[in-house]
């Protein structure tokens, strides 16, 4: 199980009387089921060329709290009824390729360019296109003698993000938008 630092009545005690900041009473303690997910890959190619792609499958519906240590708290039921209401189950999908500059077969130092992409959409209901991860991937690479090759690759992702802002005595009436790049 999972313990987070949050005592009844989920709070921070900023200090404990000396100026030190600490988490009075016991901890909160839960369990977490993950998600299902099915994948299914191929790859195949030539010497000179390998291609591959993957598709997986998550429901994130099925994500669930419980087993909480808080007798008589609803608090896991709240959580599980967000999950089924404002979760989906999404489709990812990655694929790429390599090839050779030389024919592996006739060479010591073989020079290969490699390129790949995925599109990850975001698991919650209502979610737009512009908030799927998508990244574009490359790279080089020498494969020196069978087990070694030196290898330098470069990721680039984007999405936006859209959260909603909080305070202590409930949500703060507006949203805030962001577009992420990695």
């Known amino acids: 199980p999972y313990a987070a630092p949050y005592p009844p009545p989920y709070a921070w005690s900023t200090t404990n009387g000396y100026g030190e900041n600490q988490a009075p009473g016991p901890a909160?303690?839960?369990?977490?089921?993950?998600?299902?997910?099915?994948s299914l890959?191929?790859?195949?190619?030539?010497?000179?060329?390998?291609?591959?792609?993957?598709?997986?499958?998550?429901?994130?519906?099925?994500m669930q709290f419980s087993n909480f240590n808080v007798p008589g708290s609803h608090l896991f039921q709240t959580l599980n009824n967000?999950?089924?209401?404002?979760?989906?189950?999404?489709?990812n999908v990655r694929a790429g390729i390599e090839?050779?500059?030389?024919?592996?077969?006739?060479?010591l130092l073989v020079p290969y360019l490699r390129a790949g992409a995925a599109y990850?959409?975001?698991?919650?209901?209502?979610?737009?296109?512009?908030q799927a991860q998508k990244f574009l991937s490359g790279g080089v690479g020498v494969k020196?003698?069978?087990s070694i090759s030196l290898d330098l690759a470069y990721q680039y992702g984007w999405w936006d993000t859209t959260s909603q802002l909080?305070?202590?005595?409930?949500?703060?009436?507006?949203q805030s938008t962001s577009n992420e790049k990695i």
């Open 82 to 91: 967000e999950i089924q209401n404002s979760l989906r189950a999404t489709t």
């Open 99 to 107: 090839v050779a500059l030389t024919n592996p077969n006739y060479s």
């Open 166 to 174: 909080y305070y202590a005595s409930g949500p703060y009436p507006g």
């Open 144 to 146: 020196i003698q069978n």
């Open 120 to 130: 990850l959409p975001s698991p919650y209901e209502n979610s737009t296109s512009s």
């Open 28 to 38: 909160l303690q839960y369990d977490i089921t993950t998600p299902f997910k099915f």
């Open 41 to 62: 890959g191929a790859s195949g190619g030539t010497d000179q060329i390998t291609a591959a792609a993957d598709i997986e499958y998550v429901d994130w519906t099925q």
